[in-house]
């Protein structure tokens, strides 16, 4: 399987509505989390609004510059997962969020796609210059967990975030 992350092109238009439709359904039903959030803040049947506003170019509130990638299996033409690197962090992400927010499709996971698109992001983070990556994930999600401990994560500390949820926020040094 040859899995690659990608900028969105319109070729994806329907691959991403196709995705962000199941997650949502899945979001909605099974209460699960919307990581990474920013691939849900806009409607992508606007094609060029969305990915006109996917990404942060400049610092907004407790937002920062930030890149977008989608986890393409080429071998399917199919959309995994997304992830949202941040460049670097404010005093809001580097307590809660982090440089890397990511989620993987609900009927692709549990099959370490989660692993790779983390692997592949960090590749990413070091051609932005980050050498240090904060990840966080609430304590409950142990997959997230155990992604971040497979790409080198080491567990700072837990906290309670600002919804009261348990998190934990993981380092991972880029060699």
Partial sequence: MRLK???????????????????????????????PWTIFRND????????????????????????????????????????NIRHYLNDFLLKEGGHIGDGIRPTERGKGYGTELVRLALTECRGLGIEKV????????????KTIIKNGGVLE???????????????????
């Fill in 44 to 83: 992508p049947r606007d094609f060029d609004y969305y990915l006109e506003h996917l990404e942060f170019k400049e610092p907004e509130g407790e937002r920062v510059p930030d890149s977008v990638f989608f986890l393409l299996d080429e071998d399917r033409g199919r959309l995994l997962g997304a992830v």
């Fill in 5 to 35: 992350l990608i900028k969105l092109t319109p070729e994806y238009k329907n691959a991403l509505i196709e995705m962000l439709d199941e997650w949502r359904a899945d979001i909605e039903n099974n209460h699960t989390n919307s990581s």
């Fill in 134 to 145: 904060l990840m966080t994930c609430d304590k409950s999600n142990t997959a997230s967990a």
């Fill in 157 to 175: 500390n837990e906290f309670v975030n600002s919804e009261g949820e348990v998190e934990q926020r993981y380092w991972i040094t880029i060699y």
